[in-house]
Every structure is written in structure tokens, then in C-alpha cells.
């Protein structure tokens, strides 16, 4: 079982976007374990962010309650691959843990994945979520 978890830093719009979109996309295929985290602590036990769950709801991608967590330590033993959004989430990823001898921490795409909290455009950060993904599954 591959057990990949995506990270941003609130782990409210972008990671548990791609979280849900590869979980519809991988549905009938139990050879995963999909879920994401946050390199922050800012928005630990929130819930998605509405307009991240609207985007999903247009595009009739299924989710379900999802609970912001913070990445930990002892994360890096629980999962086979870490796929962030952008350059500084690679840089808060490598300080908690320390190093990343398995190389085990990516990039979903070469560019940055905007954060749509900040640009607030969710179609940009959805389209480059699906591509990264489809790119990720061909693989």
C-alpha cells in the first residue's frame, strides 16, 4: 500500500483539496492510503475552508469531515511519499523533521500551487491540483 500524504500550510484549501481529489480519482483502488496535514499550527481543528469545499462541490468531487492537523515528527515513518504545495512548504517540512534521508518529501508540480486563501482564485489552485494528481497517478 502506498501511503502518500499532501501538505500545505493550513491544511484547509490546498492539501485537502488534493487530498479528496485523489481519493475520487483512485476510488476503486484500495492500494492506498491518501490523507494531507499542514506545516502550521494556525489552523489546527478547523474544518475545510467553504470556498475549498464549494470548488469541490462544482466539480462533484465527494469529500468528507476533514479536521486540520499539523504534520509531526513522526510522520516521516508513517508515510511513503510527502507532497507539498510549494517551495516553503518543502522548507517548514525539512525543519520538522529534521531531514529527509529517504527522500521522501516533493513538489506535486515543478511551479508552486498557488495558495487560494490569499488569491482567493480556487479554480487556478484546482486545475493545478488536478494536473499535479493526473501526473502523480500516471506514474
Not at 499550527?41 to 462544482?58: H, I, R, S, V
Not at 499539523?70 to 516553503?88: A, G, I, T, W
Amino acid at each position: 500500500m502506498l501511503k502518500i500524504c499532501f501538505v500545505c500550510l493550513g491544511n484547509i484549501c490546498r492539501s485537502p483539496m488534493a487530498e479528496f481529489i485523489m481519493k475520487a480519482k483512485v476510488k476503486d483502488n484500495n492500494n492506498y492510503l491518501i490523507t494531507s496535514r499542514a506545516t502550521s499550527y494556525e489552523e489546527q481543528g478547523n474544518d475545510m475552508y467553504p470556498p475549498a469545499k464549494k470548488k469541490l462541490d462544482e466539480k462533484h468531487i465527494p469529500y468528507t469531515k476533514h479536521t486540520a492537523t499539523r504534520l509531526e515528527k513522526d510522520d516521516y515513518d508513517k508515510f511513503d511519499v510527502f507532497y507539498c504545495m510549494e517551495d516553503s512548504n518543502i522548507n517548514n517540512v525539512l525543519r520538522i523533521f529534521g531531514s529527509d534521508p529517504e527522500n521522501k518529501i516533493k513538489k506535486l508540480l515543478p511551479r508552486d500551487i498557488a495558495d487560494p486563501w490569499y488569491t482567493g482564485n480556487f479554480d487556478i489552485t484546482y486545475n493545478d491540483l488536478v494536473e499535479g494528481i493526473d501526473k502523480l497517478i500516471q506514474k
